[in-house]
């Protein structure tokens, strides 16, 4: 099978770096083009390199970027990943849409809109029906995005436990990595040695996001999810990984031994497709008293193709009819570039590419 | 007025020289001695400093660490400070009681006696009676001991709240400071760029000490108070000020500016009594968008005396029925040492001492 | 005497901020206005504060940034402190001192300017007199300029070494703070767990101005100090206070003993003329094996109001002929406002202003 | 080739682990048995791990650890690799060399004692003679050390240098990693923010080890190298990677870019060898302003196999005569675990095993 060219937007950034490294020899893609604003062109990755702990190969260091061409890149490439910041995303996503392009974006500007599927293929891989029903689906071109970095590792074990015993309240307070702000982000003064108990925009994504992700698709809409979902984010000095602290009123009570029996045996739908980037275990549930931690856990998930893209649960139990866990996802990876990617390939196995 | 001469147990810990920096010309209190396990026995407090930011006086930098004797204290203080490690302080806390001394005691073991008071003068003053049922009261001995570091800083904002509006549930999540492990603590292999979701024992001690301090004393004991308290604890790589993320379910449903006038028109007892180490105000509202922050906030607290000694609120604000805030106190100093001089305080002024 | 009216130039910057704190009851100088650029016009310094570990007095805190405007200034203030970035502060420094208000300076324009004092009053307070020659001196204005913030924690101990058994050879490299880069300065992406060995144009300075500052004044004019001067400099994770790993091959050898003895005595002008900033001792020799360390010596100094302006030294040991010792100095405080505003009370013991 | 059967000794700890972590799937080793003190016997490595960044097999985890028994050793294996603390280290390593076992240590015991190879492949390979002087060498057992991990980092571009240019002197001072310390090793609360300017023994190790191991062997014997070496130690908050600050006198001055040239031509033994641990640059010269770092270059080297055993060097520059430069190395593989397993390989190469 030909390699399908794809395009990396916003590439001198944290994400659209993440892009690049999962999209070098990935199986079903290849990078016709890394784009980004004005103020690069010209530049080669390696002169914008952001992210520090990717070993990205000769050939790629080598590559220069263009600045972003809705027409260039229809011509050369049949979708796009998107690390574009919000503010442009949403008309140069628009655009590509219409002239044909897939765009899968990591961007909040069109997460929201009715027609859009708010993408986690372990989630509500059936969402993705909804580029159906854009404008421009007709000439090939239709927008996927993916979810918030802290929504998305709440979401995955948050589906699992839902499907099976309901919930009524969810109550999580995150501890937020420096590379989920970008580059340069956080100015150090500003963390070193401390954590600041606010992130602008982010509880309001989390508390919206979360009820369509776990909505169902009925007559070609999304019917929201409903339950209290009450968020609380704060910025820690830690590089990459996002913590977060759950607590879950279900809807019908049960033991926590019954919740690690449902996360250990949640296999949706990437994996049974065996999807490029799908870890094996979607879920990792920790048995030590101490873990998921960033320093261990970020990187969990095989195989060595999918490091990064799992989500680790730790201490689940119980305490006065709540059921209590912590869990861990690679904000980047998993909450970013990776589930873009992970998108565009369930769009591959569902003939959409 | 004589000062009241009183003994600084455990003096070689972060804990213990905390109580030695407050003793310092503190208007009640002079320093009887300084005493430690045996390895330490015969240095000068100089030679075993823990606390680094803390400026001692010259005079006391030279006080030398005795072994801790339970006859010669009593003979030469009338109360005792205790920074005991837990194993240790429950016998020779007991011990001293019987050979009546008052100890004022950071330690946990005598927590949830029935007979001893878990007290925080703003929450809770009048439990302090409860040293009159202790057997070993007859001879002027008995235990007041202090809350857990976490607890007390939720405390306060907690009981104004639940006075006023009452409370269904509290769901907290902690992150704490390294200086409440003691030292040497944490190792920094472990915490540097990370966090760890676990702390021993804490969330249970949160979860059981909040009822018996906002309980109320009916026929000389103490009503627990009733609601969901929900704790999930973390240590971060900050030094000093744990913070917390609380969600509440109040009794009766208010807007968010209610619970901050409540909180900032809060005065309790110690404050109304001008006691020596009671801030000015002892809730600060601040109104920014990214406070309370342990790198600007932890030593809040007027006059200079009480620096540490205030806890901080921020972000009060409400969802679906909820109101969440962050909170942020000194450990070591409102949740640690502080706290257990001002129940002396306390003592004092209701003539126990 | 009446106080002498100042502007702090700068003032929502790391080092204006810094001299705002330092203004704060001063006995010499009163603050007659905040400036900075059009940017801030208008904000109060609250709402632009930057220093985070300083208690600003609330009359202080609501006052207006202005934007600098040199005719406004020189009608109203006497002298002016500048925390200026460099590429703005030459042209406005010179039109100060041109409009008769005589500039004390923390940028680094005008420093190797032949008529202009790099001064520290501790190391070369006869300098202060090149100010005579300078073409705006007849109408009172003037410039004055302290040195690079790692530049001053050197000079300080290297005088006292250099003035009594001359050097041959001095090898530093440095572990400067993060607030040395100002705000937002260095990302923490690029900082947290890591070190930077790169400061711009940092060793430059270190190499040219030492050999000013230690240099001798002979004929209204400097003549450089002439010696292997070396430097090496690195950022690391801290957020006040510069240390140096010092290596010194003396004019004439000597035992570490001797030298300690040389730093101990040293009593220079400052402090012989008891100036508000000097500190009592302006070298701090450390008898502990692992000292100076940032967390415990950056606010070295006393009394009160001197504290971070003294330079800690420890650690003063000999190895095959060499000295070797390590250093520490505020770099905002010792290497920054406080180097200035001590110029400025030098200046008025000498009847300058 | 059948495999050579090799103990890790002290398989509980830093360089334990990373032993461990090197031979699995080693082209010439085998895992015979991984021994500790008392304490830990009978539990699996994944029970005591400390190295956290790396991915051990399933059947390594489960491996038990087993109490150190000289006999039991030198039945199973032909060769070992000792973490063990130094204290331990002496008389064990000297038994088991009594005992016909091969040991590779990382500890400093034996390093100066004339007849054992302190020994760099890149650097001595020659020196590996002197086991043929030991006493116990006719019954196949010997001991060869690694040497302290920064004076490694130091040692391979040292070498290159040294033997083109000559070298009249040698300022370095370091910025050293926390794992250097071992595990629980620094306490969080004394180095998070901070630096801390001294760690026991590391100048006086540096100052002694290099002349050894660039001397050369005449007649059975190691011959000085002769310069001036001046080392200065600070630990950091860094958790991989020893950064260093070195200024060199060369004997016959040169510009920086001959050294650059020099460095990156150097083709020592085991890369002529192909040994499998060898890099195959040894030294990887940075062209970029502010490198290298920590955070980036701590696991330089290739093939994968060998990641984190390279030295980068970076910013080579002249100034006054001087040479500076940065240089950074991975202090518990380059300078740990894997100078011992390069030993062993050299060892085999030459028949030694």
Known sequence: MAKIKVAVLGATGMIGQRFVQLLEDHPYFEIGGLYASE????????????????RFQQRTLGVKIEQLDVKAISKRCRAAFSGLPTEVAKDAESSLAAAGVAVFSNAASHRMREDVPLLIPEVNPDHLELVRSQP??????????????????LAVPLQAIYQKFGLKACYVSTYQALSGAGYPGVPSMDILGNVVPFIRGEEEKMEAEIYKMLGTLEDGKVRLADFDMIASCARVPVVDGHLESVVLKLGKEAPAKDVIKTLEEFRPEPQRLKLPLAPIHPIIVRQEENRPQPATDALAGEPER??????????VRESKGYIKLWLLSHNTLRGGAGGSVLNAELAVARKLL
């Open 306 to 315: 999918a490091r990064g893209m799992a989500v680790s649960v730790g201490r």
């Open 136 to 153: 421009t689906f007709s000439s090939g071109g239709f927008i996927v995005t993916n979810a918030n970095c802290s929504t998305t590792g």
């Open 39 to 54: 103020r690069s062109e010209g530049k080669t990755l390696n002169e914008v390199l952001k992210v520090k702990d990717v």
